[in-house]
Protein backbone atom coordinates (compact mmCIF):
# COMPACT_ATOMS: atom_id res chain seq x y z
CA UNK A 1 0.00 0.00 0.00
CA UNK A 2 1.10 3.89 -0.84
CA UNK A 3 0.60 5.35 2.30
CA UNK A 4 1.54 8.69 0.74
CA UNK A 5 -1.47 8.09 -1.17
CA UNK A 6 -3.34 8.13 2.02
CA UNK A 7 -1.94 10.87 3.24
CA UNK A 8 -2.23 13.65 -0.13
CA UNK A 9 -5.88 12.06 -0.24
CA UNK A 10 -6.55 13.36 4.13
CA UNK A 11 -4.78 17.16 2.69
CA UNK A 12 -7.24 17.33 -0.45
CA UNK A 13 -10.39 16.24 1.80
CA UNK A 14 -9.38 18.80 4.33
CA UNK A 15 -8.68 21.85 1.84
CA UNK A 16 -11.42 20.70 -0.38
CA UNK A 17 -14.17 21.11 2.96
CA UNK A 18 -15.09 17.12 3.18
CA UNK A 19 -13.12 16.96 6.23
CA UNK A 20 -13.95 19.75 8.76
CA UNK A 21 -11.14 21.27 10.28
CA UNK A 22 -9.93 24.03 12.02
CA UNK A 23 -8.06 26.92 10.49
CA UNK A 24 -4.47 25.25 11.95
CA UNK A 25 -5.03 22.18 10.48
CA UNK A 26 -5.69 24.19 7.25
CA UNK A 27 -2.28 25.79 7.19
CA UNK A 28 -0.57 22.61 8.01
CA UNK A 29 -2.24 21.09 5.02
CA UNK A 30 -1.54 23.85 2.72
CA UNK A 31 2.25 24.06 3.89
CA UNK A 32 2.44 20.37 2.75
CA UNK A 33 0.78 20.76 -0.63
CA UNK A 34 3.14 24.60 -1.13
CA UNK A 35 6.37 22.09 0.57
CA UNK A 36 5.27 19.52 -2.79
CA UNK A 37 4.89 22.12 -5.22
CA UNK A 38 8.52 24.13 -4.13
CA UNK A 39 10.43 20.39 -4.35
CA UNK A 40 9.65 20.38 -7.95
CA UNK A 41 11.92 23.08 -8.64
CA UNK A 42 15.17 21.86 -6.98
CA UNK A 43 14.43 22.91 -2.99
CA UNK A 44 16.93 21.41 -0.98
CA UNK A 45 13.69 18.94 1.00
CA UNK A 46 11.92 16.04 -1.25
CA UNK A 47 9.74 13.92 -0.33
CA UNK A 48 10.83 10.37 0.02
CA UNK A 49 7.76 8.21 -0.58
CA UNK A 50 9.70 4.76 0.39
CA UNK A 51 10.63 6.17 3.75
CA UNK A 52 7.33 7.56 4.18
CA UNK A 53 5.84 4.31 3.53
CA UNK A 54 8.25 2.64 5.92
CA UNK A 55 6.95 3.85 9.22
CA UNK A 56 3.44 3.88 7.96
CA UNK A 57 4.27 -0.70 7.18
CA UNK A 58 5.87 -0.71 10.38
CA UNK A 59 3.40 0.92 12.47
CA UNK A 60 0.35 -1.31 10.88
CA UNK A 61 2.72 -4.29 11.59
CA UNK A 62 2.08 -3.52 15.40
CA UNK A 63 -0.77 -5.12 17.23
CA UNK A 64 -3.54 -3.30 19.12
CA UNK A 65 -3.35 -3.81 22.83
CA UNK A 66 -5.92 -2.07 24.72
CA UNK A 67 -9.45 -1.61 23.78
CA UNK A 68 -11.90 -3.84 21.21
CA UNK A 69 -11.09 -3.60 17.54
CA UNK A 70 -12.62 -5.03 13.91
CA UNK A 71 -8.20 -5.96 13.54
CA UNK A 72 -6.08 -7.54 15.71
CA UNK A 73 -3.24 -4.87 13.74
CA UNK A 74 -3.10 -1.35 14.04
CA UNK A 75 -5.04 -0.01 10.84
CA UNK A 76 -3.77 3.91 10.44
CA UNK A 77 -6.14 6.30 9.56
CA UNK A 78 -5.58 8.66 6.85
CA UNK A 79 -4.64 12.03 9.07
CA UNK A 80 -2.44 9.44 10.95
CA UNK A 81 -0.38 8.59 7.68
CA UNK A 82 -0.36 12.33 7.25
CA UNK A 83 1.19 13.06 9.76
CA UNK A 84 3.76 9.80 9.68
CA UNK A 85 4.49 10.62 5.97
CA UNK A 86 5.01 14.37 6.75
CA UNK A 87 7.34 13.67 10.01
CA UNK A 88 9.48 10.58 8.03
CA UNK A 89 9.15 11.44 4.40
CA UNK A 90 10.51 14.77 3.92
CA UNK A 91 15.02 14.32 3.89
CA UNK A 92 17.63 16.64 2.62
CA UNK A 93 20.00 16.06 -0.16
CA UNK A 94 21.90 13.62 2.31
CA UNK A 95 18.68 11.30 2.77
CA UNK A 96 18.49 12.98 6.66
CA UNK A 97 15.18 13.60 8.08
CA UNK A 98 14.07 17.17 8.08
CA UNK A 99 11.43 16.75 10.94
CA UNK A 100 13.26 17.62 14.12
CA UNK A 101 10.42 18.59 16.02
CA UNK A 102 6.72 16.73 15.76
CA UNK A 103 4.32 18.50 17.94
CA UNK A 104 0.78 17.41 18.06
CA UNK A 105 -2.13 19.00 19.89
CA UNK A 106 -5.35 16.42 19.68
CA UNK A 107 -7.98 15.65 22.20
CA UNK A 108 -8.08 12.33 24.52
CA UNK A 109 -8.93 9.17 23.01
CA UNK A 110 -7.46 9.77 19.63
CA UNK A 111 -5.16 7.52 19.65
CA UNK A 112 -1.88 9.69 21.09
CA UNK A 113 -0.58 7.22 23.52
CA UNK A 114 -0.36 4.45 20.57
CA UNK A 115 0.80 6.84 18.56
CA UNK A 116 4.04 7.53 20.64
CA UNK A 117 4.54 3.95 21.53
CA UNK A 118 4.49 3.14 18.22
CA UNK A 119 6.93 6.06 17.21
CA UNK A 120 9.14 4.76 19.50
CA UNK A 121 9.55 0.97 18.74
CA UNK A 122 11.01 2.24 15.34
CA UNK A 123 12.79 5.16 16.44
CA UNK A 124 14.68 2.23 18.37
CA UNK A 125 14.78 -0.54 16.11
CA UNK A 126 14.26 0.69 12.31
CA UNK A 127 15.46 3.81 12.07
CA UNK A 128 18.84 2.68 10.98
CA UNK A 129 20.82 4.60 14.02
CA UNK A 130 23.53 2.89 16.17
CA UNK A 131 23.48 3.12 19.69
CA UNK A 132 20.17 4.97 19.38
CA UNK A 133 18.17 6.20 22.87
CA UNK A 134 14.45 6.60 23.00
CA UNK A 135 13.18 8.05 26.31
CA UNK A 136 9.26 8.38 26.66
CA UNK A 137 9.18 10.79 29.12
CA UNK A 138 6.47 12.17 31.46
CA UNK A 139 6.29 14.70 34.90
CA UNK A 140 6.15 11.37 36.84
CA UNK A 141 7.60 7.80 36.32
CA UNK A 142 4.15 5.94 36.44
CA UNK A 143 2.87 8.38 33.25
CA UNK A 144 6.13 7.95 31.59
CA UNK A 145 5.79 4.46 31.89
CA UNK A 146 2.08 4.44 30.07
CA UNK A 147 3.69 4.43 26.70
CA UNK A 148 6.43 2.77 27.62
CA UNK A 149 4.49 -0.60 28.88
CA UNK A 150 2.15 -0.19 25.84
CA UNK A 151 5.38 -0.27 23.55
CA UNK A 152 6.33 -3.07 25.89
CA UNK A 153 3.38 -5.00 25.43
CA UNK A 154 3.25 -4.71 21.58
CA UNK A 155 6.67 -6.16 21.49
CA UNK A 156 5.60 -9.27 23.43
CA UNK A 157 2.31 -9.80 21.11
CA UNK A 158 4.51 -9.75 17.79
CA UNK A 159 7.42 -11.96 18.32
CA UNK A 160 8.27 -12.74 14.81
CA UNK A 161 9.20 -8.90 14.28
CA UNK A 162 10.99 -8.35 17.22
CA UNK A 163 12.89 -11.41 16.75
CA UNK A 164 13.80 -10.39 12.66
CA UNK A 165 14.60 -6.77 14.62
CA UNK A 166 16.55 -7.12 17.68
CA UNK A 167 14.07 -5.95 19.79
CA UNK A 168 13.98 -7.57 23.36
CA UNK A 169 11.28 -6.26 26.07
CA UNK A 170 12.71 -6.34 29.40
CA UNK A 171 11.03 -5.24 32.85
CA UNK A 172 12.35 -1.86 32.52
CA UNK A 173 13.77 -1.04 29.32
CA UNK A 174 13.27 -2.11 26.04
CA UNK A 175 16.49 -3.21 23.66
CA UNK A 176 18.14 -4.01 20.91
CA UNK A 177 21.75 -5.42 21.45
CA UNK A 178 23.26 -5.44 18.07
CA UNK A 179 22.78 -2.32 17.52
CA UNK A 180 23.26 -1.29 21.47
CA UNK A 181 19.81 0.95 21.58
CA UNK A 182 17.18 1.24 24.50
CA UNK A 183 13.99 2.28 24.89
CA UNK A 184 13.29 3.63 28.53
CA UNK A 185 10.67 5.94 30.60
CA UNK A 186 12.39 8.83 32.04
CA UNK A 187 10.22 11.22 34.96
CA UNK A 188 11.05 14.71 34.87
CA UNK A 189 13.33 14.19 37.63
CA UNK A 190 16.43 16.72 36.42
CA UNK A 191 19.18 14.77 38.29
CA UNK A 192 18.16 11.62 35.72
CA UNK A 193 17.92 14.13 32.68
CA UNK A 194 21.85 14.61 32.89
CA UNK A 195 24.05 12.94 30.10
CA UNK A 196 21.62 11.96 27.67
CA UNK A 197 22.46 10.99 24.11
CA UNK A 198 19.19 11.40 22.78
CA UNK A 199 17.39 10.21 19.60
CA UNK A 200 14.18 10.19 19.75
CA UNK A 201 12.36 11.64 23.19
CA UNK A 202 8.66 11.01 23.45
CA UNK A 203 6.99 13.67 25.61
CA UNK A 204 3.15 12.56 25.94
CA UNK A 205 0.91 15.30 27.69
CA UNK A 206 3.26 18.22 27.51
CA UNK A 207 0.96 20.58 29.03
CA UNK A 208 0.84 18.92 32.79
CA UNK A 209 4.89 20.05 32.79
CA UNK A 210 4.84 22.68 35.21
CA UNK A 211 8.62 23.82 34.19
CA UNK A 212 10.55 23.39 30.85
CA UNK A 213 13.01 21.27 32.33
CA UNK A 214 12.26 18.21 30.41
CA UNK A 215 11.72 19.61 27.26
CA UNK A 216 14.83 21.61 27.64
CA UNK A 217 17.02 18.55 28.45
CA UNK A 218 15.75 16.97 25.97
CA UNK A 219 16.06 19.19 22.88
CA UNK A 220 19.85 20.27 24.67
CA UNK A 221 20.21 16.01 24.09
CA UNK A 222 19.84 15.54 20.65
CA UNK A 223 22.78 17.65 19.45
CA UNK A 224 24.86 14.97 18.63
CA UNK A 225 22.31 13.15 16.58
CA UNK A 226 22.32 13.47 12.81
CA UNK A 227 18.47 13.23 12.74
CA UNK A 228 17.04 13.67 16.12
CA UNK A 229 13.40 13.74 16.75
CA UNK A 230 11.09 15.21 19.76
CA UNK A 231 7.56 13.70 19.46
CA UNK A 232 5.07 15.56 21.24
CA UNK A 233 2.03 14.29 21.33
CA UNK A 234 -0.84 16.83 24.08
CA UNK A 235 -4.11 17.60 25.21
CA UNK A 236 -4.71 21.37 25.58
CA UNK A 237 -5.03 22.56 29.24
CA UNK A 238 -5.10 25.61 31.56
CA UNK A 239 -1.23 26.63 32.25
CA UNK A 240 -0.48 29.20 29.51
CA UNK A 241 2.67 30.12 30.88
CA UNK A 242 3.83 26.91 30.82
CA UNK A 243 6.01 25.51 27.51
CA UNK A 244 3.33 23.11 26.27
CA UNK A 245 1.14 26.75 25.18
CA UNK A 246 4.20 28.62 24.31
CA UNK A 247 5.19 25.48 21.35
CA UNK A 248 1.34 25.98 20.51
CA UNK A 249 1.85 29.80 19.98
CA UNK A 250 5.74 28.77 18.22
CA UNK A 251 3.67 26.44 15.53
CA UNK A 252 0.54 28.95 15.24
CA UNK A 253 3.89 31.37 14.18
CA UNK A 254 5.03 28.96 11.47
CA UNK A 255 1.42 28.02 9.96
CA UNK A 256 0.53 31.85 9.44
CA UNK A 257 3.99 32.50 8.32
CA UNK A 258 5.39 34.35 10.74
CA UNK A 259 7.58 32.35 12.06
CA UNK A 260 9.89 29.96 9.69
CA UNK A 261 11.56 26.81 11.18
CA UNK A 262 11.44 24.18 8.63
CA UNK A 263 12.76 21.91 11.26
CA UNK A 264 9.33 21.63 12.38
CA UNK A 265 5.95 19.95 11.82
CA UNK A 266 2.67 20.09 13.95
CA UNK A 267 -1.06 20.16 13.81
CA UNK A 268 -3.22 21.81 16.54
CA UNK A 269 -6.54 19.84 16.11
CA UNK A 270 -9.49 22.16 17.89
CA UNK A 271 -12.21 24.22 16.59
CA UNK A 272 -12.50 27.86 15.34
CA UNK A 273 -13.50 30.66 17.34
CA UNK A 274 -17.10 30.91 15.41
CA UNK A 275 -18.14 27.48 16.72
CA UNK A 276 -20.51 26.30 18.82
CA UNK A 277 -18.75 24.40 21.11
CA UNK A 278 -21.96 22.66 22.11
CA UNK A 279 -22.50 20.84 18.62
CA UNK A 280 -21.26 17.86 16.72
CA UNK A 281 -19.79 19.99 13.96
CA UNK A 282 -17.74 21.44 16.59
CA UNK A 283 -16.64 17.74 17.92
CA UNK A 284 -15.46 16.34 14.77
CA UNK A 285 -13.34 18.93 14.01
CA UNK A 286 -11.07 18.56 17.13
CA UNK A 287 -11.54 14.99 16.88
CA UNK A 288 -9.81 13.48 13.85
CA UNK A 289 -10.55 9.87 15.21
CA UNK A 290 -14.11 10.75 15.53
CA UNK A 291 -15.94 7.32 14.65
CA UNK A 292 -12.62 5.67 15.19
CA UNK A 293 -11.62 5.32 18.38
CA UNK A 294 -13.49 8.51 19.74
CA UNK A 295 -16.54 7.25 20.38
CA UNK A 296 -19.74 10.14 18.82
CA UNK A 297 -22.18 8.73 22.11
CA UNK A 298 -20.03 8.77 24.99
CA UNK A 299 -18.63 12.48 23.73
CA UNK A 300 -22.15 13.46 22.83
CA UNK A 301 -22.88 12.49 27.01
CA UNK A 302 -19.77 14.23 28.18
CA UNK A 303 -21.25 17.46 26.04
CA UNK A 304 -24.77 17.37 27.23
CA UNK A 305 -23.54 17.10 30.80
CA UNK A 306 -21.15 20.10 29.99
CA UNK A 307 -23.76 22.33 29.00
CA UNK A 308 -25.80 21.36 32.27
CA UNK A 309 -23.33 21.30 34.70
CA UNK A 310 -20.93 24.48 34.42
CA UNK A 311 -18.38 22.85 36.39
CA UNK A 312 -17.67 20.42 34.02
CA UNK A 313 -17.42 22.81 31.02
CA UNK A 314 -13.78 23.20 31.38
CA UNK A 315 -13.04 19.62 31.37
CA UNK A 316 -14.98 18.84 28.56
CA UNK A 317 -13.28 21.95 26.43
CA UNK A 318 -9.58 21.31 27.21
CA UNK A 319 -9.50 17.68 26.98
CA UNK A 320 -12.23 16.86 24.42
CA UNK A 321 -12.16 19.73 22.39
CA UNK A 322 -8.38 21.30 22.79
CA UNK A 323 -9.37 24.63 24.35
CA UNK A 324 -7.23 26.03 26.36
CA UNK A 325 -8.75 27.60 29.51
CA UNK A 326 -7.96 28.62 33.10
CA UNK A 327 -8.02 25.97 35.41
CA UNK A 328 -10.88 28.13 37.28
CA UNK A 329 -13.25 29.82 35.08
CA UNK A 330 -11.94 32.11 32.95
CA UNK A 331 -13.61 35.72 32.64
CA UNK A 332 -12.43 36.77 29.10
CA UNK A 333 -13.00 35.19 25.62
CA UNK A 334 -9.27 34.13 25.10
CA UNK A 335 -10.36 32.73 21.59
CA UNK A 336 -11.87 36.05 20.82
CA UNK A 337 -8.89 37.68 21.91
CA UNK A 338 -6.41 35.74 19.95
CA UNK A 339 -8.42 35.24 16.70
CA UNK A 340 -11.08 38.43 16.64
CA UNK A 341 -8.77 41.31 18.72
CA UNK A 342 -5.33 40.34 17.21
CA UNK A 343 -4.17 42.26 14.62
CA UNK A 344 -1.02 43.52 12.55
CA UNK A 345 -0.57 46.78 14.23
CA UNK A 346 2.31 49.17 15.80
CA UNK A 347 2.42 51.24 18.45
CA UNK A 348 3.69 53.97 16.75
CA UNK A 349 0.92 54.26 14.29
CA UNK A 350 -1.27 55.34 17.40
CA UNK A 351 0.44 58.27 18.59
CA UNK A 352 -2.32 60.57 16.93
CA UNK A 353 -4.99 58.87 18.61
CA UNK A 354 -6.28 59.96 22.46
CA UNK A 355 -4.33 57.69 24.83
CA UNK A 356 -4.80 57.05 28.31
CA UNK A 357 -1.71 55.25 30.95
CA UNK A 358 -2.16 52.58 33.24
CA UNK A 359 0.09 51.65 35.66
CA UNK A 360 -0.34 48.72 38.08
CA UNK A 361 3.25 48.56 40.70
CA UNK A 362 1.70 45.62 42.33
CA UNK A 363 4.67 44.93 44.78
CA UNK A 364 8.11 45.62 44.37
CA UNK A 365 9.11 42.16 44.61
CA UNK A 366 6.45 41.01 41.52
CA UNK A 367 5.47 41.78 38.35
CA UNK A 368 4.64 45.78 37.80
CA UNK A 369 2.90 46.99 34.20
CA UNK A 370 2.86 50.22 32.39
CA UNK A 371 -0.58 49.77 30.03
CA UNK A 372 -1.05 52.37 27.25
CA UNK A 373 -4.51 52.44 25.74
CA UNK A 374 -5.47 54.30 22.23
CA UNK A 375 -8.97 55.25 21.11
CA UNK A 376 -8.55 54.77 17.50
CA UNK A 377 -12.00 55.73 15.61
CA UNK A 378 -13.10 52.68 14.67
CA UNK A 379 -11.79 50.29 17.98
CA UNK A 380 -9.17 50.54 20.49
CA UNK A 381 -5.73 49.38 20.76
CA UNK A 382 -3.85 48.15 24.01
CA UNK A 383 0.37 47.97 24.30
CA UNK A 384 2.11 47.55 27.54
CA UNK A 385 5.41 47.39 29.20
CA UNK A 386 6.34 45.01 32.01
CA UNK A 387 8.98 45.21 34.66
CA UNK A 388 10.10 42.29 37.06
CA UNK A 389 13.86 42.71 39.49
CA UNK A 390 16.38 40.05 38.19
CA UNK A 391 15.88 37.95 40.91
CA UNK A 392 12.69 37.26 40.49
CA UNK A 393 14.13 34.99 37.32
CA UNK A 394 16.38 32.33 39.91
CA UNK A 395 15.09 29.29 38.93
CA UNK A 396 12.81 27.81 41.64
CA UNK A 397 10.77 31.30 41.53
CA UNK A 398 7.23 31.26 40.89
CA UNK A 399 7.25 31.81 36.76
CA UNK A 400 10.64 31.91 36.53
CA UNK A 401 10.74 29.82 33.41
CA UNK A 402 8.85 31.98 31.30
CA UNK A 403 9.46 35.18 33.07
CA UNK A 404 13.38 34.33 31.75
CA UNK A 405 12.26 33.48 28.44
CA UNK A 406 9.85 36.38 28.57
CA UNK A 407 13.16 39.01 29.34
CA UNK A 408 15.24 36.99 26.74
CA UNK A 409 12.85 38.09 24.02
CA UNK A 410 12.53 41.56 25.39
CA UNK A 411 9.25 40.82 26.70
CA UNK A 412 9.52 42.07 29.81
CA UNK A 413 12.41 44.50 31.31
CA UNK A 414 13.82 42.93 34.26
CA UNK A 415 15.78 45.51 36.25
CA UNK A 416 19.23 44.35 38.70
CA UNK A 417 18.54 43.29 42.39
CA UNK A 418 15.65 41.84 44.28
CA UNK A 419 13.35 45.10 43.98
CA UNK A 420 11.75 46.26 40.55
CA UNK A 421 13.64 49.64 40.19
CA UNK A 422 11.27 52.21 39.61
CA UNK A 423 13.32 54.51 38.00
CA UNK A 424 13.07 52.11 34.63
CA UNK A 425 9.43 52.52 34.81
CA UNK A 426 9.46 56.60 35.09
CA UNK A 427 12.18 56.64 31.97
CA UNK A 428 9.53 54.68 29.69
CA UNK A 429 6.56 56.76 31.42
CA UNK A 430 8.24 59.64 30.23
CA UNK A 431 9.88 58.82 27.04
CA UNK A 432 6.22 57.18 26.10
CA UNK A 433 3.98 60.73 27.33
CA UNK A 434 5.92 62.82 24.96
CA UNK A 435 5.25 60.46 21.95
CA UNK A 436 1.31 60.67 22.25
CA UNK A 437 -1.85 62.46 23.22
CA UNK A 438 -1.70 61.57 26.86
CA UNK A 439 -5.29 62.24 28.21
CA UNK A 440 -4.56 61.46 31.52
CA UNK A 441 -2.46 58.94 33.54
CA UNK A 442 -4.45 56.09 35.83
CA UNK A 443 -2.98 54.11 38.92
CA UNK A 444 -3.83 52.47 41.52
CA UNK A 445 -2.74 53.94 44.81
CA UNK A 446 -1.37 50.69 46.81
CA UNK A 447 2.20 51.24 47.38
CA UNK A 448 2.72 54.31 44.49
CA UNK A 449 2.80 57.42 46.69
CA UNK A 450 6.43 58.31 45.87
CA UNK A 451 6.22 57.19 42.50
CA UNK A 452 3.20 59.35 41.78
CA UNK A 453 4.64 62.07 43.19
CA UNK A 454 7.83 62.21 41.11
CA UNK A 455 5.59 61.69 37.82
CA UNK A 456 3.03 64.44 39.27
CA UNK A 457 6.23 66.96 39.41
CA UNK A 458 7.11 65.85 35.82
CA UNK A 459 3.64 67.12 34.87
CA UNK A 460 2.25 64.17 34.19
CA UNK A 461 -1.77 64.22 34.44
CA UNK A 462 -1.82 61.39 37.27
CA UNK A 463 -5.46 60.42 38.04
CA UNK A 464 -5.66 58.01 41.22
CA UNK A 465 -8.09 54.65 40.56
CA UNK A 466 -8.78 53.29 43.62
CA UNK A 467 -9.38 49.23 42.42
CA UNK A 468 -13.18 48.70 44.49
CA UNK A 469 -16.14 47.20 43.13
CA UNK A 470 -18.08 50.48 42.13
CA UNK A 471 -14.74 51.80 39.97
CA UNK A 472 -13.88 48.27 37.97
CA UNK A 473 -16.87 46.76 37.43
CA UNK A 474 -18.30 48.62 34.43
CA UNK A 475 -15.07 48.59 32.97
CA UNK A 476 -14.24 44.75 33.14
CA UNK A 477 -17.72 44.11 31.68
CA UNK A 478 -16.89 46.41 29.00
CA UNK A 479 -13.63 45.14 28.49
CA UNK A 480 -15.11 41.66 27.91
CA UNK A 481 -17.92 43.00 25.55
CA UNK A 482 -14.76 44.87 23.61
CA UNK A 483 -13.32 41.30 23.22
CA UNK A 484 -16.26 39.65 21.86
CA UNK A 485 -16.76 42.01 19.61
CA UNK A 486 -13.08 42.47 18.67
CA UNK A 487 -13.02 45.89 19.51
CA UNK A 488 -9.96 45.93 21.40
CA UNK A 489 -6.76 45.57 19.60
CA UNK A 490 -3.82 43.91 20.22
CA UNK A 491 -0.08 43.43 18.54
CA UNK A 492 -0.14 39.70 20.19
CA UNK A 493 1.92 40.25 23.05
CA UNK A 494 2.29 36.80 25.04
CA UNK A 495 2.78 38.81 28.73
CA UNK A 496 -0.58 40.56 28.19
CA UNK A 497 -2.44 37.98 26.44
CA UNK A 498 -1.33 35.42 29.56
CA UNK A 499 -2.46 37.90 32.19
CA UNK A 500 -5.63 38.27 30.99
CA UNK A 501 -6.26 34.78 30.74
CA UNK A 502 -5.59 34.28 34.04
CA UNK A 503 -8.36 37.23 34.57
CA UNK A 504 -11.72 35.27 36.95
CA UNK A 505 -14.60 36.95 38.42
CA UNK A 506 -15.92 37.75 41.51
CA UNK A 507 -18.97 38.41 41.77
CA UNK A 508 -22.13 40.08 44.14
CA UNK A 509 -25.74 39.97 44.59
CA UNK A 510 -25.75 42.79 42.12
CA UNK A 511 -24.16 41.90 39.70
CA UNK A 512 -21.20 43.65 40.14
CA UNK A 513 -17.86 41.82 39.27
CA UNK A 514 -14.35 42.53 40.12
CA UNK A 515 -10.61 40.96 38.61
CA UNK A 516 -9.47 37.93 40.36
CA UNK A 517 -7.00 35.33 40.27
CA UNK A 518 -7.10 31.57 41.04
CA UNK A 519 -3.35 31.40 42.72
CA UNK A 520 -0.95 34.06 43.18
CA UNK A 521 1.52 33.06 40.23
CA UNK A 522 -1.40 33.89 38.31
CA UNK A 523 -0.43 37.71 37.42
CA UNK A 524 -3.39 39.83 36.15
CA UNK A 525 -1.81 43.38 36.26
CA UNK A 526 -1.68 44.22 33.14
CA UNK A 527 -5.66 43.96 31.76
CA UNK A 528 -6.16 45.53 35.81
CA UNK A 529 -4.02 48.32 34.49
CA UNK A 530 -6.49 48.68 31.43
CA UNK A 531 -9.70 48.81 33.67
CA UNK A 532 -7.98 51.41 35.69
CA UNK A 533 -7.80 53.45 32.33
CA UNK A 534 -11.34 52.69 31.14
CA UNK A 535 -12.50 54.22 34.35
CA UNK A 536 -11.08 57.97 32.72
CA UNK A 537 -10.96 56.72 29.09
CA UNK A 538 -14.90 55.41 28.29
CA UNK A 539 -16.93 58.40 29.92
CA UNK A 540 -14.29 61.11 27.69
CA UNK A 541 -16.12 62.24 25.12
CA UNK A 542 -13.80 65.81 24.02
CA UNK A 543 -10.66 62.82 23.03
CA UNK A 544 -8.88 65.65 20.62
CA UNK A 545 -7.55 67.58 23.30
CA UNK A 546 -4.25 66.88 24.07
CA UNK A 547 -2.95 67.15 28.18
CA UNK A 548 -1.13 70.09 29.58
CA UNK A 549 2.03 67.90 29.96
CA UNK A 550 1.63 67.16 26.37
CA UNK A 551 0.83 70.75 25.06
CA UNK A 552 4.01 72.17 27.13
CA UNK A 553 5.90 69.65 25.23
CA UNK A 554 4.85 70.64 21.93
CA UNK A 555 5.94 73.96 22.65
CA UNK A 556 9.24 73.67 24.00
Known sequence: MDYTDKANRYVSD?????????KWVRLACQRHRDDLEQAKSGRKYRFDRAKANRICEFIESLPHVKGRWPSTTIQLQDWQCFIWCSVFGWVDEAGNRRCRTMFLLVPRKNSKTTMCAGTGLYMLSADGEQGSEVYSCAVAKDQARYCFDIAKRMAHKTPDLCEALGVEPWKHSIAVEHSGSKFIPLASDADSLEGLNVHCGIIDELHAHKTRDVFDVIDDATGSRTQPLKFIISTAGSNLEGVCFEQQKYLE???????EDESYFGLIYTIDPEDDWTQPEAWVKANPNYGVSVDPENLKTQALQAIAIPGKQNDFKTKRLNLWVSAGTAYFHML???????ADIVEAEYGQYPCWFGLDLASKIDLAAFIRLYKAPDHWAVFGDYYLPEDALEKGRPNADIYTLWARQGLITATPGAT?????????????????????????????????????????PMVEIPMNVKNISEPMKTMGAMILDGNLRHDGNPVFSWMLGNVM???DAKGNVYPTKERDAAKIDGPVAVMATMVRALPTEDTSSLSSYAQAEMVV
Open 253 to 259: GILEGRL
Open 14 to 22: VLGGKIPAC
Open 336 to 342: AWDNKCR
Open 420 to 460: TDYEFIKRDVDEWAHRVKLQEACYDPWQAALFVSQLTAMGL
Open 505 to 507: AKG
